[in-house]
């Protein structure tokens, strides 16, 4: 069986870990619209949090960055008034970014670069950019000089997204094509599954790169989507900022509602919610049941939910 896994970062690495447990060959395509060049490299956070959750070398208590890691760079470059000190980089993790800005430069594809770095931490799953391409997801928001665009990380991370967002733009996406085999693993899949990711900063941009949104509607897997939502609130990170931009209802209904029925211009076939919540979509199939990723265990047993809603769906 083939499974394609539509991905952002901590939400569904945890949920990769459940779907990998599976008798499947899974791809996951990774959000790139978060990236950002800091001190001249590139970073990639939602591949890098995918990465090292499922090379086992994750920081499962901050639930970013490497595990046991140091920080004498960023202390040196706090020491010459050089360090970005709302977004810092660990020592291990500078390792990852100087090898892949290296690669990049040398004129390699972001894909080839994720695969290069895939060798060391062996994620059991094929991870691929959603673009080689130069996407960034930038956030137009009200701040107390006036309203202005700024990176999402730095509205995200530096400003724990307070300033009022108004619209956010996925900058480059427009002209930008899918990565080496994004549509040929949508094309080939047995199902899609759209992970417990933000989504309109992490599925969103995927979606938003041409091509993807139409190999989903049109390809022959049904497409099925596992809500972020639980008990009406957000599980991790601060999503409902990002929705009540878009005024959509913080609620598995809304969220579903925003990606919307394959036969309604959408793209969801099925819907998993929890099991506290509700959800009524005219043309996809709603089922609910404990969506806490406790374990992988639990979080197997969520994928399974989702892989038997898309059989019932096909």
Same mark, same amino acid.
């Given at each position: 069986?083939?499974?394609?896994?539509?991905?952002?970062?901590?939400?569904?690495?945890?949920?990769?870990?459940?779907?990998?447990?599976?008798?499947?060959?899974?791809?996951?395509?990774?959000?790139?619209?978060?990236?950002?060049?800091?001190?001249?490299?590139?970073?990639?956070?939602?591949?890098?949090?995918?990465?090292?959750?499922?090379?086992?070398?994750?920081?499962?208590?901050?639930?970013?960055?490497?595990?046991?890691?140091?920080?004498?760079?960023?202390?040196?470059?706090?020491?010459?008034?050089?360090?970005?000190?709302?977004?810092?980089?660990?020592?291990?993790?500078?390792?990852?970014?100087?090898?892949?800005?290296?690669?990049?430069?040398?004129?390699?594809?972001?894909?080839?670069?994720?695969?290069?770095?895939?060798? =060391?931490?062996?994620?059991?799953?094929?991870?691929?950019?959603?673009?080689?391409?130069?996407?960034?997801?930038?956030?137009?928001?009200?701040?107390?000089?006036?309203?202005?665009?700024?990176?999402?990380?730095?509205?995200?991370?530096?400003?724990?997204? %307070?300033?009022?967002?108004?619209?956010?733009?996925?900058?480059?996406?427009?002209?930008?094509?899918?990565?080496?085999?994004?549509?040929?693993?949508?094309?080939?899949?047995?199902?899609?599954?759209?992970?417990?990711?933000?989504?309109?900063?992490?599925?969103?941009?995927?979606?938003?790169?041409?091509? !993807?949104?139409?190999?989903?509607?049109?390809?022959?897997?049904?497409?099925?989507?596992?809500?972020?939502? !639980?008990?009406?609130?957000?599980?991790?990170?601060?999503?409902?900022?990002?929705?009540?931009?878009?005024?959509? %209802?913080?609620?598995?209904?809304?969220?579903?509602?925003?990606?919307?029925?394959?036969?309604?211009?959408?793209?969801?076939?099925?819907?998993?919610?929890?099991?506290?919540?509700?959800?009524?979509?005219?043309?996809?199939?709603?089922?609910?049941?404990?969506?806490?990723?406790?374990?992988?265990?639990?979080?197997?047993?969520?994928? =399974?939910?989702?892989?038997?809603?898309?059989?019932?769906?096909?």
């Amino acid at each position: 069986m083939r499974i394609v896994v539509l991905a952002g970062g901590v939400g569904a690495a945890r949920f990769l870990l459940g779907v990998r447990r599976l008798d499947a060959e899974v791809t996951a395509i990774v959000n790139t619209a978060d990236d950002l060049t800091l001190h001249g490299l590139r970073i990639c956070p939602d591949l890098d949090s995918v990465m090292y959750t499922l090379g086992g070398g994750a920081d499962a208590e901050r639930g970013w960055g490497r595990a046991e890691e140091s920080w004498t760079v960023s202390r040196e470059l706090a020491a010459h008034d050089a360090e970005a000190p709302w977004f810092s980089l660990g020592d291990k993790d500078i390792a990852t970014h100087l090898m892949r800005t290296r690669m990049l430069d040398a004129g390699y594809g972001l894909s080839d670069v994720t695969a290069a770095l895939c060798r =060391r931490w062996e994620p059991g799953v094929r991870l691929l950019p959603m673009s080689d391409d130069r996407v960034e997801t930038h956030v137009v928001a009200d701040f107390d000089d006036g309203q202005r665009a700024v990176h999402f990380q730095e509205w995200w991370v530096r400003h724990r997204a %307070e300033p009022e967002a108004r619209r956010f733009v996925f900058t480059g996406a427009a002209d930008a094509k899918p990565g080496p085999g994004v549509l040929e693993a949508i094309g080939s899949a047995d199902a899609v599954l759209i992970a417990p990711s933000n989504p309109v900063v992490s599925v969103a941009p995927i979606l938003a790169v041409p091509g !993807i949104r139409e190999a989903l509607r049109e390809g022959p897997a049904p497409v099925v989507g596992v809500s972020p939502i !639980i008990g009406g609130a957000v599980v991790r990170g601060m999503a409902d900022r990002c929705l009540s931009t878009l005024d959509v %209802e913080v609620s598995a209904a809304g969220v579903g509602g925003l990606y919307g029925a394959r036969s309604e211009e959408g793209v969801l076939d099925g819907w998993l919610i929890d099991e506290g919540d509700s959800a009524e979509i005219p043309g996809v199939t709603v089922r609910s049941r404990p969506l806490w990723m406790t374990d992988p265990e639990a979080t197997e047993a969520m994928a =399974r939910e989702a892989l038997d809603i898309a059989e019932v769906a096909a």
